[in-house]
């Protein structure tokens, strides 16, 4: 019998992403704080430009040029050294793709975004993870695994899905320690729920040098998930390399229009920060006062908390009983995190009730 095409053996070694749940066991519809959506919903005028923006039949600007030069107005870039994709998913597996293959490494730190190793097996090479320190970025110890195979690291910051946060100084001080030659990807996927003035200067990094990217999303802050638009700036030749490989209507009509509106309403984005930023701390505070009953929350600066169960209740055991109270939230293990849950932020009330429900789940396990 004739055998069928044989897959590449970097490509059979991938395990498909998963996304967060929506459902419980018995199929009931669960509230999704799993995948780190707004719970704000989406820009009142986003959502007006979706009306007449696309025509089924022809095909979109290739090059998403009114979205590239909205960005750079906002952000003072030069909308030639910005490219968009679908999702900054896109982006971050392109840059792999672009600059490491078969012999080479992608580093990226332990409890890092899981695309990151899809990234880097889809193009054959080898994803190396480095040491944490205390679920976050260690700058030395991911600094003492470069080598001369090393070709790209991944870096998001604030990081999925742990939350830990790198200053600009720390973030200079990474960029120093790496060769020239290494490229440095900065997935600042959450960068807009960060208080501008701690901003890590991220977007400085990729304009003033020829080694960095930095990617951003439509997906969070700006509660676009659904509409799959990201993008990325750094020197021409980096740019110039993601677009030659990426798909070349990769953006619909629709969404870039959506895009640009969405950028146009920052005070919408303000209110996402403020509601973020007053809500995961109400929620931080909570699990705090449960930490005689070991959980643990680590400091984020993202929409969501990553809860650490170290005591009697496990979190698999918190997880299906917030599912029985309705919630959907992010179990890791095959990320290497069996005992936290990712909890994104949602509402008030969403918050308050999860919080007292791990409570009572935590005072049963006792």
């Given amino acids: 019998m004739t055998k069928g095409p044989q897959l590449k053996p970097w490509i059979e070694a991938i395990h498909a992403y998963v ?10 519809r669960l509230v999704k704080l799993s995948a780190n959506e707004n719970p704000l919903g989406t820009s009142a005028a986003a959502l ?3 009306t007449g923006a696309a025509i089924p039949s022809l095909y979109p600007d290739p090059d998403s040029t009114a979205l590239r030069e909205a960005l750079g107005a906002l952000h003072g870039i030069d909308p030639a050294r910005i490219v968009c994709g679908t999702g900054s998913g896109e982006l971050l597996t392109l840059a792999a793709s672009a600059f ?3 012999g080479d490494e992608v580093l990226y730190v332990r409890y890092g975004f899981s695309l990151y190793e899809i990234a880097a ?4 090479a080898t994803p190396v993870e480095a040491p944490d320190a205390d679920y976050g970025t260690d700058i030395a110890a991911l600094l003492a695994c470069v080598t ?18 790198l200053s600009r100084a720390e973030l ?3 960029h120093a320690g790496l060769p020239g030659e290494i490229l440095l990807v900065l997935d600042q996927a959450y960068a807009e729920y960060v208080d501008p003035e701690d901003d890590d200067g991220g977007l400085e990094l990729a304009a003033a040098h020829p080694n960095v990217l930095a990617t951003r999303t439509f997906a969070k802050a700006y509660g676009l998930a659904g509409e799959r638009v990201g993008w990325a700036t750094g020197a021409p030749p980096l740019i110039d390399a993601l677009n030659r490989i990426r798909g070349p209507f990769n953006i619909n009509t629709g969404a870039q229009a959506v895009a640009t509106a969405a950028l146009a309403d920052q005070d919408f984005v303000a209110r996402s920060r403020a509601h973020n930023r007053t809500e995961r701390a109400r929620f931080a505070a909570a699990i705090g006062a449960l930490g005689n009953h070991g959980l643990r929350a680590v400091p984020s ?20 009983g917030l599912a029985e109270r309705g919630y959907a939230v992010r179990h890791l293990p095959g990320q290497g995190l ?6 994104t932020i949602g509402t008030s009330d969403q918050m308050a009730e999860i919080a007292a429900t791990l409570r009572d789940l935590a005072e049963a396990a006792r």
């Fill in 19 to 28: 996304p967060g749940r929506s459902k419980a066991g018995d199929g009931r």
């Fill in 48 to 50: 007006a430009a979706r």
């Fill in 100 to 102: 490491a293959g078969q």
């Fill in 121 to 124: 097996r889809r193009c054959g």
């Fill in 148 to 165: 001369e195979r090393t070709r790209v690291v991944f870096i998001a910051n604030p990081n999925n899905p742990t939350g830990s946060f």
């Fill in 172 to 174: 200079a001080r990474l």
């Fill in 301 to 320: 600066e993202a929409n969501f908390v990553l809860v650490l169960f170290e005591g009697a209740l496990s979190a698999a055991a918190a997880l299906e």
């Fill in 338 to 343: 069996p005992q936290a849950l990712r909890i």
